[in-house]
């Protein structure tokens, strides 16, 4: 049983972990990873997965919302250039990678390897968090920078140099993780402790961790759909139907609710992170980041040729006109009528208050990669379930924006005979569930949409802004921070690498 004043602790831990910058942890030496001196897995799992939230809330959602055109920049702000002119260099997006491993994998690993002194309590379910969350953001990290730190990662003191490892090697190990710990959450002590309300995501509900770790398995898998290996997808796939644990059927989210004094708030500090990233706290006025972010052109008007009802929750209207008006990518703007106040900005759908959930997986992504799935036959069905998880999937993006009424709507919206709306009106499905899929995730998990654009190339016919030499980033650059202190081992790059080091399962 937890006390209250375990409870103010993880708290705390909450507010410092919203507000610290990430920085390297490979040459902390102060701690062994192997007998932590002071903390425990149930006061560590909140803290990162509370880092892991906010990363991919804040950071990996913007960047892909940028890439894969759903925000601009109006004319009075001369923010977000770099989204324009694509000059992505080492110090760019930094805390994607340094967030990863200084205190996301750090805190993570602590997990693992910590045993009970007392030996009188099993953490085998906090440990099987652990590693799915590490196989989350390790597929991230490979698919955004290709070979990273694996093997020789996160061992601190012991190595504050780790070696590179080949990313598909990687892919390819947290694969076979992910496989084995469903068996380990299926075959859990039975005195093994209940993570509980020390578990932000899924409330200790370990039956839901082992569909997440599927459904993070299955979207690898996909992934790796260009590379000529169906005989080992096909084998993997295999293995999560004998495992009997499923696929998400519900939206895997963070929201600390249980602990201290309820959870995502209006207190500073203690914002869902998304929301934190628009809107001040307290007040919820708006914050520089919320006047300076619009629509683009692009998404506005694919949703409006389309009539697609989510357009009122995905953006809100201009305040000017009240019209739902975007702008182009550019850095060089009119004046009159493309400021701030004349455009779209990020609507009520995806804003919908400081304590609301923030999504890690939506449904509708899980549901778009078995669609997918079983279009490339991997999974069973043919084209009539492959229509059914689509459009099952377009529902679920329905439901989670708020639209009123959101089945009937739904059904109204893919019954139509549009090319990449309705299925049988679509003469590339594999084209039809990314657009779909593009539309779900805009606001959230957006980075998938901008690794699906590198893999597929859809949705098809984003623009490329001029100002950008007309080819599209590919990747991260490594940074600076960590060419400086492993040097020996970071693969030799350049800035042309941004657009010509392609990702191993393109």
Same mark, same amino acid.
């Given at each position: 049983?937890?006390?209250?004043?375990?409870?103010?602790?993880?708290?705390?831990?909450?507010?410092?972990?919203?507000?610290?910058?990430?920085?390297?942890?490979?040459? /902390?030496?102060?701690?062994?990873?192997?007998?932590? %001196?002071? +903390?425990?897995?149930?006061?560590?799992?909140?803290?990162?997965?509370?880092?892991?939230?906010?990363?991919?809330?804040? #950071?990996?959602?913007?960047?892909?919302?940028?890439?894969?055109?759903?925000?601009?920049?109006?004319?009075?702000?001369?923010?977000?250039?770099?989204?324009?002119? *694509?000059?992505?260099?080492?110090?760019?997006?930094?805390?994607?990678?340094?967030?990863?491993?200084?205190?996301?994998?750090?805190?993570?690993?602590?997990?693992?390897?910590? @045993?009970?002194?007392?030996?009188?309590?099993?953490?085998?379910?906090?440990?099987?968090?652990?590693?799915?969350?590490?196989?989350?953001?390790?597929? $991230?990290?490979?698919?955004?920078?290709?070979?990273?730190?694996?093997?020789?990662?996160?061992?601190?003191?012991?190595?504050? @140099?780790?070696? *590179?490892?080949?990313?598909?090697?990687?892919?390819?190990?947290?694969?076979?993780?992910?496989?084995?710990?469903?068996? #380990?959450?299926?075959?859990?002590?039975?005195?093994?402790?209940?993570?509980?309300?020390?578990?932000?995501?899924?409330?200790?509900?370990? /039956?839901?961790?082992?569909?997440?770790?599927?459904?993070?398995?299955?979207?690898?898998?996909?992934?790796?759909?260009? @590379?000529?290996?169906?005989? *080992?997808?096909?084998?993997?796939?295999?293995?999560?139907?004998?495992?009997?644990?499923?696929?998400? #059927?519900?939206?895997?989210?963070?929201?600390?609710?249980?602990?201290?004094?309820?959870?995502?708030?209006?207190?500073?500090?203690?914002?869902?992170?998304?929301?934190?990233?628009?809107?001040?706290?307290?007040?919820?006025?708006?914050?520089?980041?919320?006047?300076?972010?619009?629509?683009?052109?692009?998404?506005?008007?694919?949703? @409006?040729?389309? /009539?697609?009802?989510?357009?009122?929750?995905?953006?809100?209207?201009?305040?000017?006109?009240?019209?739902?008006?975007?702008?182009?990518?550019? #850095?060089?703007?009119?004046?009159?009528?493309?400021?701030?106040?004349?455009?779209?900005?990020?609507?009520?759908?995806?804003?919908?208050?400081?304590?609301?959930?923030?999504?890690?997986?939506?449904?509708?992504?899980?549901?778009?990669?078995?669609?997918?799935?079983?279009?490339?036959?991997?999974?069973?069905?043919?084209?009539?379930?492959?229509?059914?998880?689509?459009?099952? &999937?377009?529902?679920? +993006?329905?439901?989670?924006?708020?639209?009123?009424?959101?089945? $009937?709507?739904?059904?109204?919206?893919?019954? =139509?005979?549009?090319?990449?709306?309705? !299925?049988?009106?679509?003469?590339?499905?594999?084209?039809?569930?990314?657009? =779909?899929? !593009?539309?779900?995730?805009?606001?959230?998990?957006?980075?998938?949409? !901008?690794? /699906?654009?590198?893999?597929?190339?859809?949705?098809?016919?984003? %623009?490329?802004?001029?100002?950008?030499?007309?080819?599209?980033?590919?990747?991260?650059?490594?940074?600076?921070?960590?060419? &400086?202190?492993?040097?020996?081992?970071?693969?030799? =790059?350049?800035?042309?690498?941004?657009?010509?080091?392609?990702?191993?399962?393109?």
């Amino acid at each position: 049983m937890k006390t209250k004043n375990i409870k103010k602790s993880v708290m705390l831990m909450f507010a410092l972990a919203l507000v610290s910058v990430g920085c390297s942890d490979f040459v /902390d030496v102060n701690d062994n990873p192997n007998n932590p %001196p002071i +903390s425990t897995p149930s006061l560590t799992l909140p803290v990162a997965q509370q880092d892991f939230t906010a990363l991919n809330a804040r #950071t990996l959602t913007y960047l892909g919302n940028e890439l894969v055109v759903n925000w601009a920049t109006p004319s009075n702000w001369s923010a977000n250039q770099i989204y324009a002119r *694509y000059n992505f260099t080492s110090g760019d997006f930094t805390n994607i990678f340094e967030t990863s491993y200084a205190d996301i994998f750090k805190n993570l690993t602590y997990i693992e390897n910590y @045993t009970d002194p007392s030996g009188a309590v099993d953490y085998t379910n906090y440990q099987a968090i652990s590693t799915i969350i590490k196989g989350f953001q390790y597929q $991230i990290l490979v698919d955004l920078y290709g070979d990273v730190p694996y093997t020789e990662a996160n061992l601190r003191g012991d190595n504050t @140099t780790p070696a *590179y490892d080949d990313a598909e090697t990687i892919y390819k190990a947290v694969i076979d993780e992910l496989t084995e710990v469903v068996n #380990t959450i299926n075959n859990a002590p039975v005195n093994a402790e209940d993570p509980a309300d020390q578990d932000i995501i899924n409330q200790g509900h370990m /039956d839901e961790w082992a569909a997440f770790a599927n459904s993070i398995k299955l979207r690898m898998l996909v992934r790796l759909s260009n @590379t000529g290996q169906d005989s *080992y997808i096909a084998g993997q796939i295999a293995s999560i139907n004998a495992n009997g644990a499923g696929y998400i #059927t519900e939206s895997i989210t963070a929201n600390p609710t249980s602990i201290g004094d309820g959870g995502y708030s209006s207190d500073e500090f203690k914002q869902n992170p998304f929301w934190d990233y628009f809107r001040e706290p307290v007040t919820g006025a708006e914050a520089n980041r919320g006047d300076y972010t619009v629509a683009s052109e692009t998404a506005i008007d694919f949703l @409006t040729n389309n /009539d697609d009802p989510r357009l009122e929750r995905l953006y809100a209207p201009a305040e000017n006109t009240g019209e739902f008006k975007g702008v182009e990518q550019s #850095t060089s703007l009119p004046g009159t009528g493309f400021t701030s106040k004349d455009l779209a900005k990020v609507g009520p759908g995806l804003l919908k208050g400081p304590n609301q959930d923030q999504i890690i997986m939506s449904l509708a992504e899980a549901l778009f990669v078995q669609a997918e799935a079983t279009v490339r036959g991997y999974l069973p069905g043919g084209d009539a379930a492959a229509q059914e998880l689509y459009e099952s &999937a377009i529902e679920a +993006s329905f439901a989670q924006l708020g639209v009123e009424a959101a089945e $009937i709507e739904a059904q109204s919206y893919y019954g =139509q005979t549009i090319e990449n709306v309705g !299925w049988s009106a679509s003469s590339n499905k594999i084209e039809a569930i990314i657009t =779909q899929k !593009w539309v779900a995730l805009n606001g959230t998990s957006s980075i998938e949409s !901008w690794i /699906d654009l590198t893999r597929t190339g859809y949705p098809a016919d984003l %623009p490329i802004p001029a100002e950008s030499g007309g080819t599209r980033p590919v990747r991260l650059l490594y940074p600076d921070t960590e060419v &400086a202190r492993n040097s020996a081992n970071v693969p030799t =790059q350049g800035v042309t690498d941004v657009f010509t080091n392609d990702p191993f399962w393109r």
